[in-house]
């Protein structure tokens, strides 16, 4: 069953296709069970805050199993790289109230920093590099 993980025979870049399918598929998920903690990060100028909730958790759903399908596997990188972009808004909306979101989320504002300059450009390249990625089987 976990003959991948032997010395010599791991592929990092394998778990790291999984791990990107996971953290779509779970990240979309959680815009249905938990709404309520993203409705205040959603800028005011977006009225409709739970229909934005829900185009959100349901693209990262579609979007994570058309990266698990390779013939999808392109166009669905393209839209996670366009999908973080629209989230930009809210990093923004972030920092403009200092870090803190009341009845949401608050933390430090350099961590706000951190989060639109550095992890959000790391998402979009963690889905970029899987553009083209062929998923290997092992061999007995």
Known sequence: MF???????????????????????????????????????IPDYFHD???????????????????????FRRASASGIILLLLTFVSSHVYMIQEGGCIPESLCVPLWVAWVRLVLIHPLLMFWAWAYRDYKLKTISK
């Open 49 to 71: 805050r739970p229909t934005y909730n829900a185009i959100a958790g349901l693209a990262e759903i579609v979007l994570a199993f058309g990266i698990y399908y390779r013939p």
């Open 3 to 41: 003959t991948e993980l032997r010395a010599g025979n791991f592929d990092l870049k394998k778990y790291g296709f999984y791990g990107l399918f996971i953290f779509y598929a779970l990240a979309g998920l959680n815009h249905f069970i938990m709404p309520e903690f993203y409705y205040p990060l």
